[in-house]
């Protein structure tokens, strides 16, 4: 298994992990490193498979759309925790209320 | 909740087996876009093919992307609250690395975003290293008084997606299609858009690491 | 003058004209309502204008910055696309009409750049060609419209907004490797191009049930549908308006869209269909009981949302055989709902600036004291339960149509039930809104521009039950369903 292959599987492990993590944890900001987690497993796979250009360099066109990933991950990151700020201010407590989710 | 996570685990597991497999069926070599990116590149402006991805071929991306960011912050300060404000003065050791180091981050986001045309940097990276210097200067104390300033500040936002808007729009009536760059001047015309969004994004960082809305004058108690 | 109006870029202005007026409204607080009305009117004339391009001209197709695919992004639009963007266009300008007058001086100001944003996204959506492309526009959409919940404060509105960011963030990041793996697939995003170059790979169906999966959770779709009702309910009510008509709308468009050219010629099983059936009645029979329990009227409506998008979902498994009566008919139905829920929750809201809550059972005397907006409620009722003339009878029985002719009783005994718990529901919140509450309540005036939004939104639901053969025919252009299509 040739490299790009291998950082692919692992970015696959952390969007299970993320996962994982996002529907097991109660804390919001778990939940919030857990979509992170997620994302960056995603821009792992995009950013890895651009490497099986063989001698040519690496395919530009997945490390564009990665950095675009990353400035909307910021920005939606910056938005989320600035709710659960006010979502604990004005509950005491950094979880989702009503026992979360289901 | 111990039992779901017992359900979860094999659920997942078989999601990671099932995407893995997915992903080794895949060609040990795929050239995807990079032979077409080379070819274009000569018309684009210029040299570094991220940078020529992310600000020419789709550039339409960029565009949204920039919006995306401003909406974030428009966002934060529409929930409200007060900005964090720090109360006790910084230590010695901060201080002095934020007088030196700010200057220097703003020398380095300069020159990210000069050689983004022929290396790797660009807007996005300058922007970041500016937001950075931001950061810096807000953890060791400097305390905004932009009310007064609220029109400037709200223009500095605005800049980057803004020229973008406004040179998709003019490229659209003087060549027929929408941020379809001439050959001759796509080089000069990149550059202005990324030293609007360096602008924008460094001041859009700070101001998303600040909270909420930057109290005026008269609001500080 | 013609040649005006048919070379106009009219699907240009649509995505370009509400950004720069956000933009504006952003840098110019006071002007912020003035410029949100004039945009939402300009938006209408241009999408008009468009409709008249393609009528002329076809399929609308720009690639921008003049590369086209697979290197550029591509711009298209056929009849579906048309639907959903004069879809925006008319229920977003009634809700700006409405929204005039519902927010207060500070909220207005917070208000219409992030409503201008989430315009642009949803006429950027619509028009895309281009799957990463429309990962961006999701995003857009995704914060403004979380943005816009939380506008209404409390722990109510913030715990909904939380929920609902959570859960946009995971449809998205999931819809986003699904678009990783059809790039590092077939070398290209262009919906177009991958159409043609897609073969039945374990790369796909690893993409078709990530992007599915993402889309469903966006969509509401049961049972991952839990975020809707305290997203919906607890946001002000030309926001809860926004989502339930048209945000929701969107994923199911690029869920459709997705399905109809990249995977279903290729995947097609039978699986696929039955699945999705299977959770379409389920959303129907479910959302509309949880709807009759509900003692608050924001939340009735809320889940009557939920069992809508379900009857959405029943065209898949009967358009395995009669797919353009079953499409056309999710089209017509997605159209009406969207008048309907908007006119109803835009009736919630003059209700509760009128009394001061929303508890069903409190209703007093409505019909006497808010004749305009009882009968918005009245009207888009009739819509939202199939009964004739209106949108969502031309809708219900175009599927009883296809339904019927394929022998699939379940389905038709899942829209009738449907039908009879929605009937049941309605007809609950009217009689309230005729008797006279235990307890007598304060009320304040609500300004006539808000109650007659909701009425011509709701007659407009109506409406469409007249116009089926216009509208059906624009949404054919470009033959968006593909019944005639010969794969290369």
Redesign the interface.
Known sequence: MSAPFLYALVGMGLFSLGLYGLIVYAHLLRKILALNVMGSGIFLVLVALAKRTGEAPPDAVPHAMVITGIVVAVSATALALTLMLKLTAETGRAELPNEGKE | ?NW??WL??PL??A??A?????????????????????V?MEVSGVSH??T???L???????L??M???????????????TALRREAPPGLVLDTLARVLVPLLILVAAYLLWVGAHAPGGA?QAGAVLGASGVLLLLAGWCPRVGLMA?PL??L??AG??TF??M??LL?MF???????PPAQAGMLILILETAATVS?GVT?AA?FL?GRPQSDKEHT | MEVVFTEFPWGIILILLPLMAGMICFLWPRMAQVLGLVTTFSITLSVAGLAWQMLDTGVYRHAVGGWGAPLGIDLYADGLSLLMLATTALVGFAISVYSAAYFEREDATRFWPLWLFLLAALNALFLSSDIFNIYVTFELMGLAAVALVALAGGRDALGGAMRYLLTALLGSLAYLLGVALLYHGFGTVDIALLAERVDASPVVWAALGLMGAGLLLKTAVFPLHFWLPPAHASAPAPVSALLSALVVKASFYILLRLWLEVFEPLVGSEGVYTLLGLLGAMAVLWGSVQALRQTRLKLLIAYSTVAQIGYLFLAFPLAAAAGVTAWSAAAYLALSHALAKAAMFLAAGNLVRFGGHDRIADLDRVVQRLPLTASAFALAGVSIMGLPPSGGFIGKWLMLEAALAQGRWDLVAVMIVGGLLAAGYIFKVLGYAFTQADVVHESKTVPTSMEWAALLLALGAVLLGFLAVPVLSLVGIGDPFGISEVRP
């Open positions: 909740m779901n996570r979860l685990l997942l597991l999601l990671t099932g995407l893995s497999y997915a992903v080794l069926s895949l060609p040990d070599h795929a050239p995807g876009l990079q032979e077409m990116v080379a274009k093919p991220v020529a991805v992310l020419n071929f789709r550039g339409y991306d960029t949204l992307e919006v995306v960011l401003l909406l974030a912050l428009l966002g934060v300060w529409s929930l409200g609250g996005f029109w709200r223009l936002l605005v997606p803004a808007v406004v998709a729009a659209y060549e027929g299609q929408l941020l379809e760059f994004i960082l998303l909270g």
